[in-house]
């Protein structure tokens, strides 16, 4: 009894043995790999890439088995050490350098000249927010105006840096350059030749527009009221004439009646004027 259940056994073993499926063997790809950090605006170099083999389940949608294929490409999105290369992180070859890949199509990108205080004392950081504000004299006006032009606009460099400090810190740069549209472009631009511009920096996450009817000086000052409850001063140079007012005609002189009854007629006569008329009684 003994041998037959280690027979049994043995059996059922080597009988599972031979009926379990062989492993298949997995299928690799080649995965090229960002060799070191990639900020945006900069061409994809030879060193600036590596490849690995990865399994072919694993492969990510959009990224590249061939170091050829990124190749003098521009970088239009940051590309972290050791991260697959996708299509979206890359401009055309041939579209330019720096800014240029970066703009999206329809858009443009428009430089001001900025100081410590317009660019938020250095704050205005690629890819933050701003608002932007102009102060200059209206035609027609006695004072000066300040006014938000545009609203939620989108910081693309800080002079030549198109990424923003890794530690934070602020850049000082005479230029910062926003994404604008054609139309807010031509805005900007008459706003930075006819008037000051102020940056006025803004939460990211914020994407309301608020409608502002501007601030002139004299409110700066509590001048508004005053110059609104002032009446306005009357011009005599150009009034014409005074006409002569006829007088008016002398009040009627007062009068009284008298009721005269002679026999079967009455008359009424009048103090001071002639009879009036006569009737029967």
Request: glycine share 10%; no cysteine; hydrophobic share 40%.
């Amino acid at each position: 009894m003994f041998a037959l259940v280690v027979s049994g056994i043995f059996y059922q073993l080597v009988a599972a043995r031979r009926t379990a499926p062989k492993p298949q063997k997995t299928q690799m790809r080649d995965l090229v790999l960002a060799a070191k950090a990639l900020p945006a605006g900069r061409t994809v170099k030879a060193e600036d890439v590596m490849v690995v083999k990865v399994p072919a389940d694993q492969f990510p949608k959009g990224a590249f088995e061939k170091v050829a294929e990124v190749l003098e490409r521009p970088v239009v999105s940051s590309v972290l050490a050791e991260e697959p290369i996708r299509e979206g992180r890359l401009g055309a070859r041939g579209t330019g350098l720096g800014l240029a890949p970066i703009i999206p199509v329809g858009m443009r990108a428009v430089s001001v000249r900025v100081n410590e205080v317009v660019g938020v004392a250095g704050f205005a950081l690629p890819g933050m927010r701003v608002d932007v504000l102009v102060t200059g004299r209206p035609p027609g006006r006695e004072g000066s105006i300040t006014r938000t032009v545009l609203q939620n606009i989108l910081v693309l460099s800080a002079g030549p840096n198109l990424e923003p400090d890794g530690k934070g810190q602020p850049i000082n740069a005479p230029v910062v350059t926003l994404l604008v549209s054609p139309q807010q472009a031509e805005v900007l631009t008459l706003a930075g030749t006819e008037g000051r511009i102020q940056l006025v920096l803004r939460n990211s996450g914020d994407q309301g527009v608020e409608t502002t009817p501007g601030r002139e000086i004299t409110e700066l000052y509590g001048l508004a009221q005053e110059k609104v409850s002032k009446p306005a001063p009357q011009v005599a140079r150009h009034a014409p004439p005074p006409q002569a007012v006829a007088p008016a005609p002398p009040p009627p002189p007062a009068t009284a009646e008298i009721v005269v009854i002679r026999g079967n007629l009455k008359t009424v006569e009048v103090v001071g004027a002639r009879k009036v008329g006569t009737e029967q009684p």
